[in-house]
Every structure is written in structure tokens, then in C-alpha cells.
Nanobody, 122 residues
Framework: QVQLVESGGGLVQPGGSLRLSCAAS??????????MGWYRQAPGKQRELVAI???????NYADSVKGRFTISRDNAKNTVFLEMNSLKPEDTAVYYC??????????????WGQGTQVTVSS
């Protein structure tokens, strides 16, 4: 059973920075982690994509965070990071990590972390 453990959320003032981390464990022998990403859900809104990082290939970002957020990953540790700069109040949300469990090139299922709160407020 894959588990995703997130960390790094908190309260920050507008214009500030935060770094989120998410470590995947329990993939099991013969399996691997594929695409990893970050999503967020603000109160009263649907969950939305923030950024994704395939195991190989280009990253993708929501237009609202381009130029401010950077996703990166450590494949050896099955860990994904989200560096968030120039934070705005509208970035306030619960941020969720997502990861795909792969068997070779076959995507078996997707897993979610428990979420970490990011609050941008003065």
C-alpha cells in the first residue's frame, strides 16, 4: 500500500515563500512511482491542479502559479517538492500530493496524501 506523507504547510504573509514536500513509500518490489503532482482545494471550490512532474518529461503548471511555483522531485527517494514564492492570499488552500503507482509503463492507480494547509494572510 503506497503512502504519501506531506509536510511544509503553514501560515505565511503575502509575498512570502513556503516549500512543500511529499514522500511516497510502500511501492513494493517490481513497482515504481510515475507522475507526481500537487493539487489544491480552497474552501467552497473544487480541487485543482497546481503542478505535475512526470517521472520523465516536462513539468506542467497551472497558469495561476506559473513563474511563482516550482515543482521538483528526487526520484531515488520518491519525493516531490513544491517551492512556492510570491505567495498571494488566493493561494490559500489545502494542498494535496498525488502520485501514480506504475507497473512498468502501466499506471495501476493514483494515490493522495492527507493534505497540508497553506494560509497566506497578513
Amino acid at each position: 500500500q503506497v503512502q504519501l506523507v506531506e509536510s511544509g504547510g503553514g501560515l505565511v504573509q503575502p509575498g512570502g515563500s513556503l516549500r512543500l514536500s511529499c514522500a511516497a513509500s510502500g511501492t513494493g518490489s517490481g513497482f515504481s512511482i510515475g507522475t507526481m503532482g500537487w493539487y489544491r482545494q480552497a474552501p467552497g471550490k473544487q480541487r485543482e491542479l497546481v503542478a505535475i512532474s512526470p517521472s520523465t518529461g516536462s513539468t506542467n503548471y497551472a497558469d495561476s502559479v506559473k513563474g511563482r511555483f516550482t515543482i521538483s522531485r528526487d526520484n531515488a527517494k520518491n519525493t516531490v517538492f513544491l517551492e512556492m514564492n510570491s505567495l498571494k492570499p488566493e493561494d490559500t488552500a489545502v494542498y494535496y500530493c498525488n502520485a501514480d503507482l506504475m507497473s512498468g509503463r502501466i499506471r495501476l492507480r493514483s494515490y493522495w496524501g492527507q493534505g497540508t494547509q497553506v494560509t497566506v494572510s497578513s
